[in-house]
Nanobody, 115 residues
Framework: QVQFVESGGGLVQPGGSLRLSCAASGIIFRLAAMGWYRQAPGKQRELVAAMSSGGTTNYADSVKGRFTISRDNAQNTMYLQMNSLNPEDTAVYYC?????????WGQGTQVTVSS
C-alpha cells in the first residue's frame, strides 16, 4: 500500500538548518509529483514545496530562497533542505503527492525553531 514516512525534524535555533527526508513506498515514485506540506499549531496545513516527476519545482513565498526540495528516484526518497530557519517555520512537516490525498498523510516530523 502507499506509505510516506517523514524523518529528520528536531529542535533548531533561529538561523539554523535541517534536512527532512520522505521515504515513499507502494508507488512508482519516479512518476509521481510530490510535495512537502506543514501544519503549524492552530493553522491549516499548507504546501511548502513541490516537485514534478520531471524536476520542476515550486515553493511557497514564505520559504523561497531558504528551502530546497529534491528527490532521489533510485532511493524512492524526497528531501527538503531548510536553511535560515525562523520561529515561523515551526510546524509538523508532511510529505504527500503533489495533489495530496487524504488517505496518505503520515505521522509527519516535528520541526521546532526556538532559541
Amino acid at each position: 500500500q502507499v506509505q510516506f514516512v517523514e524523518s529528520g525534524g528536531g529542535l533548531v535555533q533561529p538561523g539554523g538548518s535541517l534536512r527532512l527526508s520522505c521515504a515513499a513506498s507502494g508507488i512508482i515514485f519516479r512518476l509521481a509529483a510530490m510535495g512537502w506540506y506543514r501544519q503549524a499549531p492552530g493553522k491549516q496545513r499548507e504546501l511548502v514545496a513541490a516537485m514534478s516527476s520531471g524536476g520542476t519545482t515550486n515553493y511557497a513565498d514564505s520559504v523561497k530562497g531558504r528551502f530546497t526540495i529534491s528527490r532521489d528516484n533510485a532511493q524512492n526518497t524526497m528531501y527538503l533542505q531548510m536553511n535560515s530557519l525562523n520561529p515561523e517555520d515551526t510546524a509538523v512537516y508532511y510529505c504527500n503527492f503533489g495533489r495530496p490525498s487524504e488517505d496518505y498523510w503520515g505521522q509527519g516530523t516535528q520541526v521546532t525553531v526556538s532559541s
